[in-house]
């Protein structure tokens, strides 16, 4: 079975400045990975996945995240945030034997502030 | 315009009541999932389906019930026996196994 851990649940964080959301990840297949953002009262909408190749991944509005095989790890970034960052994010994991189904972490409230 | 909608926006009803959640989509996906979302638990599975006429239960079913009669529909029972339904479900779908799920806007339950 797969579990998620994201180590922040709250990241206070100022315009301008980057940030990182640490997930870690447990498993015994090959993973899929996934960065959701979810801005209040609305649905999840994806940032990056990582599928397979490279691992270091690029997706919207500038952020990024890079797979650590060998320490299970899926952590984001952004070099420089914006106010409209303000929002929650989910680390996501599914692989091969799953159906698709994705097991979430619990999220990481970003609040970013002047 | 492609994509996911659910509704209502916002249902409130009375314990003991049943009440069913509408999720459609129109992006031709076969897979359809039914989270629900509480604050600082992240998004827990309800229901799957991975084809028409066939459906899975996830980690949380009990209290709830599913039906998958055409392709774009997935609709999402809550019955009087799940015990704390005040919560925000979400529903997704997705094409294939690698694929991106793609997200509802979500339905937030409350029960008076």
């Known amino acids: 079975a797969q579990s998620v851990t994201q180590l922040d649940s709250q990241v206070p964080v100022f315009e301008e400045a980057p940030v990182e959301l640490r997930c870690n990840y447990s498993?015994?297949?090959?993973?899929?990975l996934f960065w959701y953002v979810q801005y209040p009262n609305q649905g999840l909408q994806l940032l990056l996945k990582y599928l397979s190749g490279s691992t270091l991944v690029k997706g919207i509005n500038g952020f990024e995240a890079e797979f650590n095989k060998s320490q299970t790890s899926f952590h984001l970034r952004k070099p420089s945030v914006h106010i409209s960052d303000t929002a929650e994010y989910f680390c996501a994991v599914s692989d091969a034997t799953s159906w698709g189904k994705l097991q979430f972490g619990a999220g990481t409230q970003v609040v970013v502030t002047p | 315009d492609g994509g996911i909608t659910q509704s209502p926006k916002y249902l409130f009803r009375k314990e003991g009541q049943n009440v069913t959640l509408s999720c459609e989509q129109n992006l031709n996906h076969d897979a359809m999932y039914w989270y629900r979302q509480d604050p600082g638990q992240g998004l827990r599975l309800i229901y799957y389906s991975q084809i028409v006429n066939d459906f899975q239960k996830g980690d949380i079913a009990e209290g709830y019930s599913v039906s998958r009669e055409k392709k774009e529909s997935f609709p999402l029972t809550v019955t009087s026996a799940q015990k704390n339904p005040t919560a925000f479900y979400l529903c997704a779908s997705k094409a294939g196994e690698t694929d991106t799920q793609y997200f509802g806007p979500g339905t937030r339950l409350t029960v008076l």
């Open positions: 498993s015994s297949v090959s993973v899929y």
